[in-house]
């Protein structure tokens, strides 16, 4: 029999304030709006924060109430609109339930930015905290990219992070702050938080956890929670395309009413994180020559060794990138590669001539580069078979967002270049293409390519590389772009590396 009531709720964005326009309800629509009971039925048994909680309630038969679980696409600023009605709904759900609940956790993201404000997760708790007073547990499971604003700290009784990159532990992470958010309740677990924030926003690749610093500081991470009333150490490297003051790594430690055990702990991890700062820049290969690199090593592998895998980072949709960029795609079919797939490039235009020509048929498209002049020149006058058109629908089988549920809108396969040897997957809405069920799902097995680009930084990893002979990150240009350095940031507080030169005795002295 239930002994607790929890509620769940989940609003989700991660945000790129450099990009155009807004980010608006219709965005969120196109990827994920459950609300009530629809919460529990499409995310049970996913990889999700929300499917981390249906797990662990199922499992200690603590009473549920699914309030809404929401998500869009990384991009541009989330407008007021979108943001006040879906706040206003978990907001009218927790006054409904307020006498029956005894904690509420929120997956949220941690980098979301409203239009008018530089921070979207402090204050959606802060109106929570109105409302139930300051008893009430909240607990706040966040992405390792959240720019974690002191109001969120503030305001939350425990923040948990994902520790992986590619993010392939979400329900976990969600398991995990439901876990401390019973201990709350029950009295087992008394949380206190205290946040450091080195200096420092890296170069996105180098955050791949599976590998080089930040898996040397997930390991140390690990290692202190090992002491004594220390109850999760989060390591964020934070969101560098968002241009706000909490821009940059961040140290969030949880102790047990242990204020002082929890400040040794960030202190200790957040000098750990300077002492390895230049190892989170790196230099990576430009189009022209990644591409040329690409197809070296696809000449020396053999059918059984899989596909050299191209990252297109500076347009990865899933960092707020178009997804129409063109630069890679142009080497490509300058230097005549053949065997080769890109996913993807949001081009609705091109689609509809598509879909107008027919399967089949032959269609000369300008191809991509139409949102701005950040992702390359559109590709004129491009001769291409209409090889398959399909609704865009598909589920991920991969380790990162298991289960969930993916809406492209309508997609075709387009088949140019060489021989028409460069399979293009052309969409009408941005998407991450970090599920290799993107190719089947337009009727290719993946492994098949010699080469295969993806747009994506890191998330790839869990799925394309056990199947890749070899990755390649791209240093490729658009609003995505890996080096910090790239962007104008007005916001953020300066000093920071590498966006401004810092030696070791620039770090606070404690």
């Not at 990827?31 to 049970?44: A, S």
């Not at 921070?119 to 720019?147: A, C, K, M, Q």
């Not at 056990?466 to 995505?480: E, F, M, N, T, W």
Request: include cysteine.
């Amino acid at each position: 029999m239930a002994t607790e009531t929890v509620l769940v709720g989940s609003i989700s964005h991660e945000t790129n304030t450099f990009a155009d326009g807004q980010t608006t309800r219709e965005n969120f629509q196109n990827r994920r709006e459950y609300f009530g009971e629809d919460v529990y039925k499409e995310l049970r048994d996913t990889n999700t924060g929300v499917g981390g909680v249906i797990e662990i309630t199922e499992e200690e038969e603590i009473s549920l109430i699914t309030s809404l679980a929401v998500s869009a696409t990384p991009g541009a600023t989330v407008a007021r609109e979108a943001f006040e009605f879906y706040r206003d709904r978990l907001l009218s759900d927790i006054r409904e339930y307020q006498d029956e609940i005894d904690g509420i956790i929120l997956p949220l993201h941690g980098a979301m930015v409203v239009e008018g404000r530089d921070d979207g997760e402090g204050p959606l708790v802060s109106s929570i905290r109105e409302i139930v007073g300051d008893d009430l547990p909240i607990v706040v499971t966040l992405d390792l990219h959240g720019n974690v604003t002191d109001e969120l700290v503030d305001e939350t009784d425990a923040i948990v992070a994902y520790e992986t990159y590619p993010h392939v532990d979400m329900a976990a992470t969600g398991r995990r702050g439901f876990e401390i958010l019973i201990e709350t309740i029950r009295g087992d677990c008394s949380p206190v938080m205290h946040i450091e924030r080195p200096p420092l926003s890296p170069v996105t690749p180098t955050q791949n956890t599976q590998e080089g610093p930040m898996a040397e500081l997930m390991e140390y991470a690990r290692s202190i929670e090992e002491r004594d009333k220390i109850v999760k150490v989060n390591v964020f490297p934070g969101f560098s395309r968002s241009d706000v003051p909490s821009m940059g790594f961040s140290v969030p430690v949880i102790a047990d009413g242990d204020p002082a055990a929890a400040k040794a702990a960030s202190r200790d991890l957040s000098e750990k994180v300077w002492e390895v700062r230049e190892e989170f820049v790196g230099d990576f290969l430009k189009p022209p020559k990644a591409v040329t690199e690409a197809k070296e090593k696809a000449a020396d592998i053999s059918d059984d060794d899989g596909p050299v895998v191209l990252a297109d980072v500076g347009d990865n949709p899933g960092g707020g990138g178009a997804a129409n960029g063109t630069t890679i795609l142009r080497e490509l079919i300058k230097q005549e590669v053949t065997n080769a797939g890109m996913a993807i490039i949001r081009d609705p235009e091109v689609v509809e001539e598509c879909i107008q020509t027919g399967v089949g048929n032959r269609v000369t498209v300008t191809l991509g580069g139409k949102t701005d002049d950040r992702h390359g020149e559109p590709i004129k006058d491009l001769d291409s078979y209409v090889k398959a058109i399909t609704d865009g629908e598909f589920l991920n089988y991969g380790p990162k967002g298991t289960g969930t549920k993916n809406y492209l809108g309508r997609t075709v396969r387009l088949q140019c270049g060489t021989n028409d040897e460069i399979d293009v997957i052309v969409t009408e809405n941005r998407h991450q293409p970090a599920d290799t069920e993107i190719w089947r799902h337009v009727g290719v097995q993946p492994e098949r390519f010699d080469i295969l680009v993806v747009k994506s930084t890191n998330h790839y990893r869990a799925d394309y590389e056990p199947r890749a002979s070899h990755v390649i990150p791209v240093d490729s240009p658009g609003l995505a772009a890996m080096n910090p350095r790239q962007f104008d940031h007005q916001n953020v507080h300066h000093p920071i590396y590498p966006i401004d030169n810092l030696s070791a005795e620039d770090y606070p002295d404690w």
